[in-house]
């Protein structure tokens, strides 16, 4: 088995054994900020005080942007879930941590940020969860702005389900979660029937129950 895919099914199993994922497949769906509506949300904000599962994400993460990503001078975490994650590895990375705020906070290149860094720095930029990397893409923008570059964004676990060009790298999909999900007995018949439907069709799923259905 590959380390990709055991990575995968490590994470998707965290992310089930603490309880962060949830389902809404009668009345309303989930919406996220960028206007998807979804039957299931995952609530990686609760491994940050699971002390193994924690340990456990931040050695494969280590493990995947190792793999992936070369040449950063920094790290830098997006407001706000994805700051703790970026605090513990760039504690064994031993590098410079940024976090990169959601609207800027004063004036000057800076103003957008709490630390501080040079115009050139290379930045791997993390965060908790992606959906459609829209979110993501601001926090780039804001340390380009700032002149700095990004080789790679990281997040724990990634939709893969939306229509867009945005390439994030993660740990696991949701495709993977929620057969971790079925694997466990963790979703009744018809959850998983419908969690399966959006996979198939995110953005039709979305259309039928008042979100978006392209960016």
């Known amino acids: 088995m590959s380390n990709a895919r055991t990575w995968a099914m490590e994470t ?8 962060c994922l949830y389902t809404r497949t009668q009345g309303d769906p989930f919406f996220f900020s960028s206007g998807w509506a979804s039957p299931v949300f995952i609530d990686c904000k609760k491994l940050i005080s699971a002390p193994n ?10 493990e995947r942007i190792s ?24 504690d064994r990375l031993n590098l410079p941590l940024t976090v990169v705020c959601k609207q800027r906070k004063g004036f000057g290149r800076l ?20 959906t459609d990397g829209m979110s993501e893409a601001v926090f780039e923008a804001a340390l ?14 990634d939709h893969a389900v939306f ?30 029937s419908e969690t399966n439907r959006f996979i198939a069709d995110a953005a039709q799923w979305s259309k ?3 979100g978006i259905t392209t960016l």
């Open 53 to 62: 599962a924690r340990n456990a994400l931040v050695r494969m993460a280590l």
């Open 12 to 19: 998707a199993r965290i992310i089930i054994d603490n309880d």
């Open 208 to 210: 039928q129950r008042g």
């Open 144 to 157: 380009r702005r700032a002149e700095a570059s990004i080789v790679g964004t990281f997040v724990l676990v």
């Open 163 to 192: 229509p867009t060009k945005r390439q994030l790298i993660s740990l696991a999909t949701l495709e993977d979660v929620i057969a971790a999900a079925e694997a466990a007995n963790y979703l009744g018949d018809r959850e998983l």
């Open 67 to 90: 793999d992936t990503v070369t040449g950063f001078d920094a790290v830098a975490g997006c407001e706000l879930t994805g700051v703790p994650f970026a605090t513990l590895l760039v």
């Open 111 to 130: 103003a957008q940020f709490e630390g501080s860094f040079e115009p050139g720095t290379a930045f791997v930029l993390i965060d908790d969860l992606g």
